[in-house]
């Protein structure tokens, strides 16, 4: 069964770092999306694609964070510098197509910033 | 805005008890509504859907019916496994690929 993939599972940077975060999505999934989640609350959107492009950052702190997804397939989201209360969960998920709202998740990133 | 509440948890329940978890919506319009649950260490998967208003979801036992007039989307099972130990995600979101709105999820342990 095709899956998300993400990379690493697992980061511990020391503030003022920068760190990246890679996805793979689906393939052929031409929406990407960039969620955090900090313990105890629900995924929040930091930024949407469609293929290359970007259709929702309004949410993604752009002073710190970036996020590409140059081919239209795998995307990078990038934190810097980072910041103590970055520690979350960095999920990535995609859709077959902007008009479906059934999303595949990844299993994510957990940051730790010390 | 568009908003998502669920009961706060931990629910603790022995194994092959009724589970229910609360989960209401404010909407300004007719959103597909979604439970996810998410196993330790892993992502969130998709549980169950249902698009409109009187629709039940249905997977591996658990289900959950569209809500209109009450505004919500109470996750049933009639009997809990250990397996089913994890966090419960309530979510609304539009066609046309607007962004998902999840609740803050709900943590079950299941004991043997």
């Known amino acids: 069964e095709a899956e998300v993939a993400q990379s690493p599972r697992y980061k511990i940077t020391e503030k003022s770092q920068a760190v990246a975060f890679w996805c793979d999505p689906i393939s052929g999934h031409a929406t990407l999306y960039w969620y955090r989640q900090i313990l105890g609350q629900g995924p929040e959107l930091l930024v949407q694609f469609q293929d290359e492009s970007v259709v929702d950052d309004s949410q993604l702190p752009k002073d710190r964070f970036s996020a590409e997804r140059l081919k239209g397939v795998d995307s990078t989201l990038k934190i810097q510098p980072a910041e103590l209360g970055d520690s979350a969960m960095y999920l990535c998920?995609?859709?077959?197509?902007?008009?479906?709202?059934?999303?595949?998740f990844g299993p994510g990133t957990r940051l730790t910033v010390t | 805005g568009d908003s998502v509440t669920q009961m706060e948890g931990p629910v603790t329940l022995s194994e092959e008890a009724f589970l229910t978890i609360n989960c209401t919506y404010t909407a300004t319009g007719y959103p597909s509504l979604f439970w996810y649950v998410q196993y330790p260490g892993e992502g969130l998967q998709l549980l169950l859907k249902?698009?409109?208003?009187?629709d039940k979801g249905s997977n591996k036992g658990f289900e959950a019916t569209y809500r209109k007039e009450t505004t919500s989307f109470h996750l049933e099972k009639g009997s809990v496994q250990v397996s089913d130990s994890a966090v419960y995600f309530c979510?609304?979101?539009?066609?046309?690929?607007?962004?998902?709105?999840f609740g803050a999820g709900t943590r079950l342990f299941v004991k043997a």
């Open positions: 998920a995609s859709s077959l197509a902007r008009g479906s709202n059934e999303q595949y």
């Open positions: 979510a609304l979101s539009y066609t046309g690929g607007f962004k998902t709105i």
């Open positions: 249902a698009t409109k208003a009187d």
